[in-house]
C-alpha cells in the first residue's frame, strides 16, 4: 500500500505595503475601494485575522471598523460588519458587494459622512511570505498532534490564504484529509467551518474536536 | 546584555511562544545574504539605538549583516537637522549652497563607503542622496522614520528627487508616508525588551534610583516621559493632573531630556516648572539622554503612564510603558493609536479634560488597571518587541531579493 503524502506545516507572515490610497469620507472609500488591487480587498477582511490576535474593533473588517469608529457612521458600520468574506466564491464579488453596499447608504445621505476628528482610511496590502514551520503528518494521530501545536499563522495560512488566493476552494486540511487519508465526511466538515466570527483560534478547536471524534478513543498526544 | 553578545536565543523567554524558532526558519530562506544599514550616526537616538542590536542578532541568524555610518562636518548636520525640521512641517531656511553641500557629502560618503549588498537600507533623509551612487547589482531601500505627512513643499520636492530612485521606501505608519512611484513598505519601530531601559529590575533597584531621585513612593505615581517640547504638551499633563489630584492623592512626574541643547527645550522645561509652582507633588526631571535604567524604573514605579501629545511621530515610550505593564492615557495621534488599544490596553484622549478623566477612571478601578496592564504587555510582546521588526527586515530581505 502507497504511503500518503505527509501533509507539511506552513506559517507565514505578511509583508504590509502602503498603497498612498487614503479616504476622508464614505464617497471616497466606496471609490478608492472600486479600483484598489484585490489583495487589498483581501487584507482589510481576511488577514485581519492573522493581525489581530485580540480583536479589538468592534468588526473584523477594517472597512466596517473605519467608518464605525473614526467617521462615526454606525449604520454603515453594521452593514458592512454583516457581510461574511467567506461567503462570496471571489475577491472581486466581495468587492462588488461592499461598494453597492456603501454606494446604497450614501445615496440617502447629504452630505456624505466623512471624517471629522479621526483618521483617513489608508489602503494596505500585504504579501505573505510562507516560512516551513518543521512539522509533518503522515496520520490523522500526527496530523491532530501537529495542529494542536502548530503556530496560529499556520492555520490561517492553510484553512484561509489557501482558500481564497491559492486556489483551493475547500482549504488544504480539508484537502489532505479527503485526499490523502480517504476521510471524506470530516474532509466536508473542516472545509464547512466558518472562522469569520471565530477566528483562527475557533477554526482550531472545531478542527480538534472533529479530529478527536474521528479518532475515537484514542487519547491523543499533546495539547489542545 | 552587551550588544556585541547579542544572540537570538537571549530573546526566547520574552518573545511570543514560537517566535523564535519561526524566526530561525524565516532566516534559512534568506542565509547568506548580505544586509547593509547605513545611518548617520553610531550613538544617540532611537535609530543607532535600535541597529545596535538588530544588526548582531542578524547576524547571529545567518544573515550578512553590516551598519555603516557616513560621516559629516558641523555645516552638514545643521543642513540636515533644518532638513529635518522642514521635513515634518517647520518652516525652515535651507539655501541652494547648504543643499549642495548637503549632496557633496553624500557623494564623498558614497565614495568612501561604498555601499554593496543585497539590500541596503538607508536610513533618514541624511545619507539618502548616497542612491546617486548604487551599484547595478542589489536593492536599495529608503527607511523613513519621521513623520512626512505634512512636509515643508520644498524641502520634500529636492528630497523626492533621490528616494524616487529608490526600489522601495518603508514608513512607521501610512500617515507618515507621500505618494511616490515606488512601492512603500509598512514597518513599526519597536523596543528592546533586554536593553537597559527595558530590562526587568529588582523592587531594591527601582527602589534605589527612586530614592536618588527623590521620588516618595507612598503614592501613585502618574509619570510621563518625553522631551520637553510643545507637541508633548507638558502643561496640559500638569492640568489634567490637577483636576485628577481633587480626588486622587498622586503624584505627577515629568521626566525628560532636551533642554541642554535646544533653546526651545530649555524655554519648555522652564514653562513646565512654572505650572508645577510649589505642589510637593509634582517632579520635573531633566534628565540626561542616557539615563535609561532612571527611566525604566520610573515605568516600573508609576500607576499609570500618561503620552498626552498633540502631534506624535511614533512615541514607542507608551510600548515601553505597556512593556512594564502599566495602563497608558496618551493623546489620539500619530503612531500612539496604534499602540494604545482604547479600552483595552488604555485610552486615547483629545483634551486635558479626556486625560483627566481616564485617569480618574483608572484609578477608581484597580482591577481595570491590572487587567489593561497585562493586555499592554502583550499587546507589545506581538507587536512592539524588537523581534517582530527583525521579522518584518527578513521578509523586505526574502521579498526583495527572491
Redo the contacts between chains.
Keep these: 500500500m502507497v504511503e500518503p503524502a505527509p501533509f507539511v506545516f506552513f ?1 507565514c ?8 490610497l ?1 479616504a476622508r469620507d464614505e464617497r471616497e472609500l466606496m471609490e478608492l475601494l472600486e479600483r484598489a488591487p484585490l489583495g487589498s480587498v483581501y487584507y482589510h477582511t481576511h488577514s485581519v485575522f492573522l493581525r489581530h ?2 480583536i ?1 474593533g468592534a468588526y473584523p473588517n477594517d472597512f466596517a471598523n473605519w467608518v464605525a469608529s473614526q467617521v462615526r457612521d454606525q449604520v454603515l458600520g453594521e452593514r458592512l460588519a454583516v457581510v461574511d468574506p467567506f461567503a462570496f466564491p471571489s475577491l472581486e464579488a466581495l468587492r462588488e458587494e461592499l461598494v453597492s453596499i456603501i454606494d446604497h447608504h450614501i445615496a440617502a445621505l447629504h452630505p456624505v459622512p466623512r471624517v471629522v ?1 479621526g ?2 482610511f ?1 489602503f ?1 496590502q500585504s ?1 505573505v ?1 510562507e ?4 512539522l509533518e503528518a503522515c496520520t490523522l494521530g500526527e496530523f491532530r498532534r501537529c495542529l494542536a501545536e502548530v ?1 496560529a ?1 499556520s492555520i490561517y495560512f492553510h484553512a484561509l490564504e489557501s482558500r481564497v488566493r491559492r486556489g483551493h476552494p475547500h482549504g488544504d486540511f480539508a484537502d489532505w484529509i479527503g485526499q490523502a487519508l480517504g476521510l471524506q465526511s470530516q474532509a466536508e466538515e473542516i472545509a464547512r467551518i466558518n472562522p469569520y466570527l471565530g477566528g483562527l483560534e475557533e477554526i482550531r478547536a472545531r478542527m480538534l474536536r472533529l479530529l478527536d471524534a474521528a479518532l475515537g478513543g484514542e487519547a491523543p498526544a499533546g495539547g489542545g | 546584555m552587551a550588544a556585541s553578545a547579542l544572540t537570538i536565543e537571549a530573546y526566547r523567554e520574552v518573545a511570543p511562544r ?1 517566535t523564535i ?2 524566526l530561525l ?2 532566516a534559512e ?1 534568506a542565509r547568506g545574504r548580505r544586509f547593509l544599514h547605513v545611518n548617520s550616526t553610531r550613538f544617540g537616538g532611537g535609530v543607532a539605538e535600535i541597529l545596535s542590536r538588530l544588526v548582531p542578532i542578524m547576524g547571529d541568524l545567518g544573515i550578512k549583516a553590516d551598519w555603516e555610518v557616513m560621516e559629516g562636518d558641523s555645516e552638514f548636520f545643521a543642513t540636515t537637522k533644518a532638513f529635518h525640521n522642514a521635513l515634518q512641517g517647520t518652516e525652515q531656511v535651507v539655501t541652494e549652497a547648504m543643499l549642495e553641500h548637503y549632496l557633496e557629502v553624500n557623494r564623498v560618503n558614497a565614495e568612501r563607503l561604498r555601499p554593496a549588498a543585497d539590500l541596503v537600507l538607508i536610513h533618514d533623509p541624511q545619507p539618502a542622496a548616497m542612491i546617486e551612487s548604487r551599484p547595478p547589482e542589489g536593492k536599495w531601500v529608503w527607511r523613513c522614520h519621521i513623520d512626512l505627512s505634512l512636509p515643508q513643499r520644498r524641502a520634500w520636492a529636492f528630497l523626492r528627487r533621490y528616494v524616487i530612485r529608490y526600489d522601495a521606501a518603508v ?1 512607521s505608519l ?2 507618515f ?4 512611484p515606488i ?5 513599526y519601530p519597536s523596543i528592546d525588551p533586554l536593553a537597559e531601559k527595558n530590562r526587568r529590575m529588582t523592587r531594591n533597584e527601582i527602589a534605589k534610583i527612586l530614592g536618588a531621585l527623590q521620588i516618595p513612593d507612598d503614592k501613585p505615581i502618574l509619570l510621563q516621559v518625553s522631551r520637553f517640547d510643545r507637541f508633548k504638551d507638558p502643561i496640559g499633563v500638569i492640568n489634567a493632573y490637577r483636576m485628577v489630584k481633587r480626588y486622587h492623592d498622586v503624584r505627577l512626574v515629568l521626566a525628560g531630556g532636551g533642554a541642554t541643547d535646544d533653546p526651545e527645550g530649555a524655554q519648555v522645561l522652564a514653562e513646565a516648572r512654572e505650572a508645577a509652582g510649589r505642589d510637593p507633588d509634582i517632579y520635573v526631571l531633566d534628565l540626561p539622554s542616557n539615563a535609561h535604567l532612571q527611566i525604566n524604573a520610573l515605568q516600573r514605579a508609576a500607576a499609570i503612564v500618561i503620552q498626552k501629545s498633540t502631534r506624535e511621530g511614533f512615541g514607542l515610550t507608551v510600548a515601553e510603558a505597556m512593556w512594564k505593564g502599566k495602563p497608558v492615557v496618551g493623546g ?1 495621534t500619530g503612531g500612539l ?1 496604534v499602540q494604545i ?4 490596553t488604555g485610552y486615547t484622549v ?1 483634551s486635558v479634560e479626556g486625560a483627566a478623566y481616564r485617569i480618574r477612571y483608572l484609578l477608581s478601578n484597580p482591577a481595570l488597571m491590572r487587567k489593561m496592564g497585562e ?1 499592554g504587555r ?2 507589545v510582546r ?1 507587536n512592539f518587541l524588537i523581534t517582530r521588526h527583525l ?2 527586515y527578513l ?2 530581505l ?2 526583495l531579493t527572491a
Design positions: 506559517g507572515i505578511e509583508l504590509r505595503e502602503i498603497l498612498g487614503r490576535h485580540q479589538t476628528f483618521d483617513p489608508f494596505v504579501h511570505i516560512v516551513p514551520t518543521g503556530d499563522s | 514560537g524558532d519561526f526558519r524565516l530562506r514608513f501610512p500617515a508616508a507621500q505618494q511616490l512601492p512603500q513598505f509598512l514597518v489620539a493609536t488599544l482604547y479600552g483595552v483629545n493586555a502583550e499587546h506581538r521579522r518584518d521578509s523586505l526574502v521579498h
